[in-house]
């Protein structure tokens, strides 16, 4: 298969090089990978820092800015971050005020992030950690790790990031983080399988004239196959499975977002659908946000992830924010 | 026997660069050696082989393992990625590549001195350069078995199976898997206990490690029709039964340049 890349030994060192020329408002590591705001730490403010594996930009590093993370972590293709990254973020964005880790629920993320708690700790920054496990797809039970973190993560770092960036402390920014991700629930459906560098060609067999429903965003199988459906089809499995898990009381924000090899064209129509169906379900909507932001690399595909926003997570949500990939306000 | 310079006699014309073999190892024949070439064959003559409790096992032992190590999964890094296809992302091999050749260069570029410095030292770098659940797991098993074996500047097998128990206990624990589940510890834990009953029934180090190695690929192979319950597999299900567990094959892979080594070294 046809990749833009050099070698695939260094497509995320690549990749660095390359935010770190369109992005002077970072500072990015490209030897150590870390990518961190200009001017951390801030003075008496909390430091945000997630990380996960690369092939899901803009997922972390687009995030990293005003009113969201003040670091992330890249690892390598689908691969955790290790512990050395997430000391050295940890590190660099503490004012003395404590850090954030925003973990997504992978047994690599939380075992490389646990780790690194630990000797931070020693080295005297105070850490919280929060997973995000909003992937209503796989089932909850004993013998899974639990639920996968996918599109929630981006609610969770928004708004925890706006708690910070008001001054809040850190127990306050992990329980307005920890908020988010119970009220949230993503699903996922892919079209066709996404491809990493290494292995140069689709991680798995998605035959033409099916799609996989509950997808994750490393291609890990959901619920089923099914023959083809429509985009109004589709919408109606995404949204029935996180309504009925979420059962929402209150007016939510809607994340239709893309994996990587959809085209915008066909995601907003997409999201039109989802507001049918929610609308259908008398589920009230307060925002919506489109586009590709938790990607799986090149796979064609699609999530909706909804969040029960009460008034100040609503609140939290609208403030500023100034990242790469995200910018309001 | 066609060796040169072989008399009837006492042992004391052995000369060899470590006494305790000597003290603790007397060749089971009457021997005197009058260069280093006949020092060198009588010493890794089988028949010669140090008892399974004595120490057998050094820095340089541990150095050989990790060389041979660091060759098998560079061989095999495309095999273990393959394994890791249907059933996770297809970068098991890479990543455990990675590490390996960053702890082999960081190890001769700073040798410790003592087998658990070894161990301590890779796992430490397994940890910094690997990523996904292997970095820590892997890391965290050397790190531990390593400080369960001390400053000793050797160790019996006896020693090194205490410690290497102390460390799969550690994966247990942080990975919070059992038997069964279709992880590394379905090869780690039947290779302790095939270790153990090699030593009891008096087998030496190299016998001992033979038969972990063994129940290690056995073990690995037996993952085949589990239905992995951890790690990132465990969300595939009922799809994951009939894929070998890539974790299981790698933990093989390196019981195996352990029995290698040791059978090169004809302890």
């Known amino acids: ?329 | 026997m066609g060796r040169a310079g072989l008399h009837s006699g006492s042992a004391l014309g052995l000369t060899s660069a470590d006494p305790r073999r000597v003290l603790t190892a007397p060749p089971p024949f009457p021997v005197a050696c009058v260069d280093a070439a006949c020092v060198e064959s009588v010493e890794r003559h089988p028949m010669n082989a140090l008892p399974a409790d004595g120490p057998t096992i050094d820095a340089a032992f541990l150095r050989r393992w990790l060389d041979a190590a660091t060759t098998a999964v560079d061989r095999e890094a495309a095999q273990l990625s393959e394994l890791d296809s249907p059933i996770g992302d297809a970068d098991h091999g890479t990543n455990m590549r990675r590490g390996f050749l960053a702890a082999r260069s960081a190890i001769e570029q700073e040798p410790p001195d003592t087998p658990g410095g070894v161990l301590v030292a890779v796992g430490r770098q397994l940890i910094s350069t690997v990523g996904g659940a292997s970095g820590p797991l892997y890391g965290t098993l050397l790190r531990r078995a390593g400080k369960a074996l001390g400053d000793e500047p050797a160790v019996s097998a006896a020693q090194l199976r205490d410690a290497l128990r102390v460390g799969v206990d550690a994966v247990a624990q942080l990975g919070g898997a059992a038997p069964g589940d279709k992880t590394m510890l379905d090869a780690l834990l039947p290779a302790l206990d095939a270790l153990t009953g090699a030593l009891d029934a008096g087998g030496s180090t190299a016998e001992a490690l033979d038969a972990a190695a063994a129940a290690a690929d056995e073990g690995a192979r037996a993952t085949i029709p589990l239905r992995a319950r951890k790690g990132r597999a465990s969300y595939l299900g009922e799809r994951s039964v009939g894929h070998q567990d890539p974790g299981a094959t790698s933990s093989a892979l390196l019981l195996a340049a352990l029995a290698d080594t040791a059978k090169e070294a004809a302890v």
Request: glycine content about 12%; hydrophobic content about 45%; overall charge negative.
């Open chain 1, 1 to 329: 298969m046809k990749m833009l890349i050099n070698v695939p030994e260094t497509v995320v060192a690549d990749a660095l090089r390359g935010m770190a020329v369109a992005h002077p408002e970072l500072t990015v590591d490209v030897e150590r990978r870390v990518i961190v705001r200009r001017g951390a730490p801030y003075e008496g403010k909390v430091g945000l820092v997630s990380g996960g594996g690369s092939g899901h930009e803009p997922l972390h590093g687009g995030f990293v800015g005003r009113g969201m993370l003040d670091a992330a972590c890249p690892g390598e293709v689908f691969t955790s971050p290790v512990p050395d990254q997430m000391v050295r973020a940890a590190a660099a964005v503490d004012s003395g005020a404590g850090v954030l880790f925003i973990v997504k629920n992978y047994t690599g993320d939380v075992l490389n992030f646990d780790m690194a708690a630990e000797l931070a700790e020693d080295e005297g920054v105070q850490i919280a950690k929060v997973l995000v496990n909003d992937d209503v797809a796989v089932t909850d039970s004993l013998y899974t790790a639990g639920r996968r973190g996918t599109g929630a993560t981006l609610f969770v770092e928004k708004i925890a990031g706006a708690a910070a960036e008001e001054g809040a402390p850190l127990d306050r920014v992990a329980g307005i983080a920890r908020r988010v991700n119970e009220s949230s629930r993503s699903f996922g459906v892919a079209l066709s399988a996404c491809s990493t560098p290494s292995k140069g060609g689709p991680t798995f067999d998605l035959p033409d004239g099916e799609l996989e429903l509950g997808v994750g965003i490393h291609g890990e199988p959901g619920r089923e196959r099914r023959a083809m459906m429509t985009s109004g089809e589709i919408a109606d499995v995404a949204v029935d499975a996180v309504v009925e898990d979420l059962k929402p009381d209150a007016p939510v924000l809607v994340l239709v977002n893309g994996m990587g090899g959809t085209p915008l064209l066909e995601l907003y129509g997409f999201a039109a659908e989802v507001h049918r169906v929610l609308t259908e379900r008398r589920v009230p909507v307060a925002r919506t946000l489109v586009g590709n932001y938790v990607t799986s690399l090149d796979m064609a595909g699609c999530s909706v992830t909804i969040c029960q926003a009460d008034e100040e997570l609503l609140r939290l949500w609208d403030a500023p924010v100034s990242t790469p990939a995200l910018h309001w306000g």
